[in-house]
């Protein structure tokens, strides 16, 4: 296994679906506040209707776009966004190590622009390694960040 893990390792533990979402909202909630303000900002600076605005969904792609490249940003540079450091979850390959940017734009994509579809069908097509859809396309897992003096080969561990 790599140094991505900023531990020596035979056991990957997998972040349970709980931490995974409030890791999420954290996330979720940064992410809104800033779009919020700067589409507030923008349109007082325009003279532009926001409440119209937000009414008419006219949030939804930006802020999506906004999400998509958080997610993109922070997981492809160290595995972990800001909700996911305090949940101490990270981000990897099903082997542990580093995901390559492809594996990072398709986990992002489904969690920025669909995620009741792919979180659904994740759970339908769950298999032993709690992948959402676009993980499971991606080839990425969510572990939870421990320490372990195991030298034995990988063993997947549900937290």
């Known amino acids: 296994m ?29 992410i809104s506040l800033i779009s919020t303000s700067i589409f507030f900002i ?5 003279n532009q209707n ?8 006219g949030m939804y ?7 998509f490249s958080y997610w993109i940003i922070l997981e492809y540079k160290t595995g972990q966004t800001l909700g996911k450091k305090i949940f101490n979850l990270k981000i990897t390959k099903i082997d542990g190590n580093k995901p390559d940017l492809i594996s990072i734009i398709l986990s992002s994509f489904g969690k920025s622009f669909i995620l009741p579809l792919d979180m659904i069908l ?16 991606g080839k990425t897992i969510i572990i939870k960040i421990k320490e372990s003096n195991e030298n034995s080969d990988i063993k997947y561990i549900k937290d």
């Open 2 to 30: 790599s140094d991505y893990n900023n531990f020596n390792s035979s056991k990957i533990i997998l972040a349970k679906w709980r931490d995974r979402f409030f890791a999420w909202i954290i996330d979720f909630i940064i």
């Open 42 to 46: 923008s349109f007082q600076y325009l």
């Open 50 to 57: 926001f409440e119209e605005f937000i009414t008419n969904d």
């Open 61 to 67: 792609i930006p802020t999506s776009i906004l999400f």
């Open 122 to 137: 994740g759970l339908i097509f769950s298999n032993d390694k709690r992948q959402r859809i676009f993980n499971k396309l």
